[in-house]
């Protein structure tokens, strides 16, 4: 959606580095998500945060980190303990009445 | 626990036919049910949702799904498909209440309509 900023949209890394991907958004939503999603598959939640200075881990943590100092950003670390990282990444914003989740455009991860 | 089943990886029609996307879930309650699709190297689009009321919701693109309660299914159809249909489509559900709102998502299913 247009109010969920994902960037880079393509991002290649080396093996061992530790490399951040930026999910920002002007919706005013309070909860804030990324997933995980591969080639012909689901999506499978990473972390996500209910509230500023708050995330809880998903189901597939391991190997990430994220923070929330600010409503607006929740930055994904995929740090060299994630042994396979290549994969589109999707970050989402809840809110609204019904809290209806929003997608960003994603961004492609890659291990050269 | 709380999951969703979309039983066909892949629908095949052709343009112009009806479409049917299946979805099934097993929540506790009365969930909220969502459709989404998503377009080659694209995020998730919201399409539509059920929260209450009429069983039969209307969305974006002509599309629209049904609520059946007893058979806990949310099933997504169009009555004339076209080409710019063919996507990836997720069904996704969330319980009311409980101590998150995280959302549970169907595995997909390939959308191939053909001219």
């Known amino acids: 959606d247009g109010g969920i900023t994902q960037s880079p949209k393509y991002l290649f890394r080396k093996e061992g580095q530790n490399v951040t991907l930026s999910c920002e958004q002007n919706l005013n939503h309070d909860a804030m998500y990324w997933y995980r999603q591969d080639p012909g598959q689901g999506l499978r939640l990473i972390y996500y945060?209910?509230?500023?200075?708050?995330?809880q881990k998903g189901d597939i943590a391991e190997g990430y980190s994220v923070s929330r100092e600010k409503k607006e950003s929740f930055p994904l670390t995929v740090t060299s303990a994630q042994k396979n990282p290549t994969a589109f990444y999707l970050c989402?914003?809840?809110?609204?009445?019904?809290?209806?989740?929003?997608f960003g455009e994603g961004s492609w991860l890659t291990v050269v | 626990a709380q999951s969703v089943a979309q039983p066909e990886d892949q629908v095949n029609v052709a343009e112009g036919n009806p479409l049917t996307v299946k979805c099934t879930y097993s929540?506790?309650?009365?969930?909220?049910l969502f459709w989404y699709v998503q377009y080659p190297n694209r995020g998730l689009q919201f399409l539509l949702k059920?929260?209450?009321?009429?069983?039969l919701v209307k969305g974006s693109y002509g599309f629209e799904a049904e609520f059946n309660k007893s058979q806990t299914s949310f099933h997504l159809k169009k009555p004339s498909a076209l080409v710019s249909d063919s996507a990836l489509y997720f069904c996704?559900?969330?319980?009311?209440?409980?101590?998150?709102?995280?959302?549970?998502f169907g595995t997909g299913t390939l959308l191939a309509v053909q001219p």
């Open positions: 996704a559900v969330r319980r009311r209440g409980g101590a998150t709102n995280k959302l549970i």
């Open positions: 989402a914003t809840q809110g609204g009445t019904e809290n209806t989740i929003y």
């Open positions: 059920y929260i209450t009321g009429d069983n």
């Open positions: 929540v506790s309650g009365n969930p909220y």
């Open positions: 945060s209910q509230i500023v200075n708050d995330f």
